[in-house]
């Protein structure tokens, strides 16, 4: 008898720092839903994004690729369509894909591999947001700014509950869908809501499940004459050294996060219901994931775009019970690893050859209790570093490089909140030496400046052109076929509600 082979859902929210978890460690935070997979599931403690930056992380979420092998620098680089993701991966393994709510492609492909999108994304699909290396000392008046600390607090609604109820009711009624229907395909589907991010807000009923006497602080609260090279520079690009938030306005922040987490952890239950309801569940593996993190307030910083580990760690819950025991994993591994683990869950540990060669590393010999690899790599090229910054994460050790700054070397076992850079410390000057000639094999770090900056100047010159006349929009635009749905006069009655029932009678 042939098994079927298991479904995939995957769960990713938005600047969703471990942190602030419950299952991380978080004694304030509500996530009951997050909870009971990680209860039942494998826990990476120590997953990292591979760019601390929305669209440069998901393409190598998609891709399994670094972001400098496919030219995904910043928010408003374009994700080539030749580009193999896993959707694609799936596709050809015979599952049915599609994918609900953001992911930020920029450019005219906006499927990049997945068969059905249910929603429009949240941000741009065009160059407008690219950054410029050329006037380092600009802020650009599209990004972060101080506002969505100032301003924190409760809400009747905004943009995201818009965004996120649309993309939770479309990814419900497609589970729905398909287990009314007739395709016989495993499912692959993507759902991505854009909370916890900020702005920090959030309606009243998720606002006052907590308390400001119970809102935790930021551990770490560094005197600016003791940030690093490329903090200084975070700082200015986010408008905080003219714009620092009083202790009251932290503490609001972090309580409309945990709110908005406890949003997010509700919609999980909902989407959890609906496989149970629809008699998916057994047969579907469950991936909660977040794409980065948030610093929230820790080292004065806030959002992403460092390699900290408020903003580079995300949490990653793979949710399987009947096919890996609970456990969790302290090995450090990344989000370039998801693609080549989808394709070995999708054949049951033996994938086929790879079409070509990728970054990460199957997840497969950690949710089996083998021994798995424990090192990530990093790439930051976007607002606020004038040069790339790479990080090495391997073992207790955490290395960070970029030409203009000085080094950072940081043992996480002895020093967890990374205040002692052992780069200068004479002791550590093996560790140091061999990092750095590990960086002069993997990078060519000048040639890849030359090739960011010169896309750069691309994508600003090709948005400054198309504002003259009409511009062409590259916003995903879902179709519906009102023609086919509910009850029509060309579709037989009887057959139509027959179809639409479930469970069927």
Known sequence: MTVRRPNLLILMADQLTPGALPVYGNPVVRAPHIDRLAAGGVVFDSAYCNSPLCAPSRYSFLSGKLPSRIGAYDNAAELPAEVLTFAHHLRHAGYHTALAGKMHFAGPDQLHGFEQRLTTDIYPADFGWTPSWDAPGVRPEWYHNMSSVLDAGPCVRTNQLDFDEEVVFTARRHLFDLARGSDPRPF?????????????????????????????????????????????????????????????????????????????????????????ESGQADDTIVLLVGDHGDMLGERGLWYKMNFFEGAARVPLIVHAPGRFAPRRV???????????????LAHDGRAPAAPEPIDGRSLWPHLTGAAGHDEVIGEYLGEG?????????????????????????????????????????????????????????????????????????????????????????????????????????????????????????
């Open 188 to 276: 692959c589907l993507v759902v991505s809501m854009t909370h916890p991010h900020d702005p920090y807000v959030i309606p009243r009923p998720y606002w006052d499940l907590y308390r400001d006497e119970d809102i935790d602080l930021p551990r770490v609260d560094l005197p600016v004459d003791a940030w690093d090279a490329h903090s200084l520079r975070l700082r200015e690009v986010c408008d905080i050294g003219r714009n620092p938030p009083s202790e009251a306005q932290v503490r609001a922040a972090r309580r409309a996060y945990y709110g908005a987490i406890s949003f997010v952890d509700e919609q999980v239950g909902r989407l959890l219901r609906a496989l149970d």
């Open 330 to 344: 302290a090995a450090s591994v990344s989000l370039a690893d998801i693609l080549p683990t989808l394709v070995d």
């Open 385 to 505: 570093a004038l040069a790339p910054i790479v990080m090495i994460r391997r073992g207790p050790w955490k290395f960070i490089h970029s030409a203009p700054d000085p080094d950072q070397l940081y043992h996480l076992g002895d020093d967890p909140d990374e205040l002692r850079n052992l780069a200068p410390d004479p002791a550590a000057a093996d560790t140091l030496r061999a990092f750095r000639a590990e960086l002069a094999q993997r990078w060519d770090l000048a040639a890849l400046r030359d090739e960011v900056v010169l896309s750069q100047r691309r994508r600003r010159f090709h948005f400054a052109a198309e504002a003259n006349g009409p511009r062409p929009s590259w916003d995903f635009q879902p179709h519906v076929d009102a023609s086919r749905q509910y009850v029509r006069s060309q579709l037989d009655l009887d057959t139509t509600e027959a179809r639409a029932r479930f469970p069927r009678v």
